[in-house]
């Protein structure tokens, strides 16, 4: 658990954690549709995309503009990503990044089928399916246990010598919980140690780490917007021997060049603002070493402290008991082993609809998000889980038990008020 003073100065490096400019006080859990931002990533940003440069001139801003881009590469790769080799892409969006990876690998690569799972955000099981269809492959689905979570015995059960390429996503943007990346990719190996092996780390990657090359992983994606950072940009690691498949790029530049048209500068520099944070925190709390030491300790205060955070909001602590222990209250998904758990929670109340719910919680000054089987991109996900939806609550290492607190202090209330007559499934 962080220190008060800590606590302080890490919620001051944040902005709007307590209130909406427009509206007021407000408690912002809704953290996995888009994170809090880092005051210093949005800063540093606008004040990149005031200036006109080019980054592919000689003068000095344009060199300048060539060494953030380039630490900005090295910081994602290296940094987050663990990778000593490798190739990064830069996309719009994480979801276009993961398009352009399974249609790299699916166009180029023979086989007969490829897997993925039914809790895969739409962006990573869509890009499967549609490739499949295209392709003209078998379209392969692992099913996700009673509990949520995707075993190594599933995924390996639908791999065989004809399989191109295996997705799995490395925790649920519902449940939260944790994928056993390792055990599953061990398992796949034992069947083809030549597939493809690509993970959507949207939801994981401001809760958790990788390492890519330990793991043997062909692509991982992430979205800046999800974690401290800003819209507009999504990054992903591409193996060398994935780099090397044709794709998208200008025919005289290196075959495994991945980063096409100008490169945006400030994308990296407000990434990097990310990263230096996390690497801060990391050596507050006692790490040394190299920025991917520092980096791999500040990751490891936030897990503890969401880990804190957690089983706070499920188990209570102060003088509001946690969801687990109210009456009329459901958590859905519900691993006890809460180190296979990063900070999101689906619940519901009983007698109330979803929607219902979350504009309750609203009027209540408490942002949180309903994921229900009428959306596009909750249906396959809450039925594999055998519901209808979820409230979809997800705080942030920011936040503090006091948080924690009033939330369970609403939920009690919503608990024993009279709900609208439409009732949730």
Not at 255 to 272: C, H, K, M, N, R
Request: glycine share 8%.
């Amino acid at each position: 658990m962080f220190s008060l003073s800590l606590s302080a100065e890490i919620r001051s490096r944040f902005a709007c954690v307590d209130e909406d400019p427009d509206y007021g006080t407000r408690l912002f859990f809704d953290n996995s549709g888009g994170s809090l931002r880092l005051k210093e990533a949005i800063r540093i940003k606008e004040a990149i995309d005031l200036l006109p440069d080019c980054p592919e001139r000689q003068h000095r801003r344009a060199l300048d503009f060539q060494e953030l881009i380039a630490k900005g590469i090295q910081d994602v790769l290296g940094t987050v990503f663990g990778a000593g080799s490798g190739k990064l892409m830069v996309e719009q969006s994480a979801s276009q990044a993961m398009f352009q990876v399974v249609a790299a690998i699916m166009e180029n690569v023979g086989g007969g089928n490829a897997v993925t799972t039914n809790v895969e955000h739409p962006s990573a099981y869509d890009a499967v399916k549609f490739y499949c269809e295209k392709t003209q492959r078998a379209f392969r689905v692992a099913a996700a246990d009673r509990d949520g979570f995707v075993t190594p015995q599933s995924v390996a059960a639908l791999v065989d010598e004809q399989t191109v390429l295996v997705s799995v996503i490395a925790s649920s943007n519902i449940s939260g919980n944790i994928m056993d990346l390792p055990g599953i990719i061990r398992a796949i190996r034992a069947k083809n140690p030549n597939v493809y092996i690509i993970t959507d780390a949207v939801q994981h990657m401001p809760h958790g780490t990788l390492d890519v090359e330990a793991l043997g992983i062909d692509a991982a994606n992430f979205a800046p917007y999800k974690f401290f950072g800003g819209r507009g940009v999504g990054f992903a690691y591409l193996s060398p021997r994935l780099a090397r498949l044709p794709h998208h790029r200008l025919l005289d530049k290196p075959e495994d060049t991945w980063i096409l048209g100008t490169p945006t500068p400030s994308v990296f520099a407000s990434f990097s603002a990310v990263i230096d944070y996390v690497c801060w925190l990391g050596k507050t709390c006692g790490g040394q070493g190299s920025r991917r030491d520092l980096y791999l300790s500040g990751m490891h205060a936030i897990e503890e402290q969401e880990r804190f955070l957690l089983h706070r909001l499920l188990e209570g602590g102060g003088e509001m008991p946690g969801l687990r222990h109210q009456p009329k209250v459901r958590v859905y998904a519900d691993t006890p082993d809460l180190s296979r758990r990063d900070l999101i929670v689906a619940m519901g109340i009983e007698g109330w609809d979803f929607e219902a719910l979350r504009l309750a919680y609203e009027r209540a000054g408490v942002v949180v998000y309903e994921r229900v089987n009428s959306s596009i991109y909750s249906r396959r996900i809450v039925e594999a889980l055998g519901l209808s939806g979820a409230l979809r609550v997800s705080p942030l290492h920011c936040h503090t038990a006091e948080d924690i607190d009033r939330f369970l202090a609403v939920t009690a209330e919503l608990a024993d008020a009279a709900p609208p007559h439409v009732l949730a499934k």
